[in-house]
């Protein structure tokens, strides 16, 4: 499916219409993605981000992009992934799909990409959500959101691009061989153009 791509790199260095930000339930910024993107938008986003009243985990909310609109970016969706190993039920032989945690990342994926289509967003850009301070394996995080994406795409004619932006090689390694076999096209963008790529 060539409606999703695998990038490496820098979130905030895409120009794409959407990005989206792993946030953590109070909104009001972190470190990691969240705080890359809080600092690419500027505080005119954690102004507005006071006022939301936080975000469960796994749903989404949109703001404007701020000082990510010079980059051609217009909306940030921020989504509250699950931290790895809060399901109390779980003894770590879970199959993918069984745990709480899958549940709620995969609920992420779907709630951002619900804002994206309805907000109008040809291309959006995700993170991979939860697989850093909050631990998520980073294989069974990727099988999550491409399953999840791919799906999404199957049904809906927007977002015409998803790309699936990882932060280091060694991601992006287990994220290609998620996606190779599904007839996956797209080649790796490694070396982002500073100040923006092309439009996707
Ligand atoms: N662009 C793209 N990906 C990035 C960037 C960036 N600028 N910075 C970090 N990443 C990657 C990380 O390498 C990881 O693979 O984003 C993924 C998610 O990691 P985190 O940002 O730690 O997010 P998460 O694991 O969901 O934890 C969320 O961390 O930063 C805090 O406020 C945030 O409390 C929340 C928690």
Known sequence: MDRIELVQGDITQLSVDGIVNAA???LLGGGGVDGAIHRAAGPRLLA???TLGGCPTGQARITPAFDLEARGIRWII???GPVWGTDPH????ERLGYRQEDNLLAQCYVNALEL?????CRTVAFPSISTGV???????AAEIAVGHVRGFLARSAVPER???VCF???DADVYREVLEPLDYRSSVLVELPSGGGDKK
């Open 24 to 26: 953590n339930s109070s």
């Open 48 to 50: 507005l981000t006071r």
């Open 78 to 80: 921020h989504t509250v």
């Open 90 to 93: 779980a003894d770590g032989t």
């Open 116 to 120: 994206a289509a309805t907000h109008g």
């Open 134 to 140: 909050y631990g998520f394996p980073i294989r069974r």
């Open 162 to 164: 998803v790309a699936l």
């Open 168 to 170: 280091s090689a060694a």
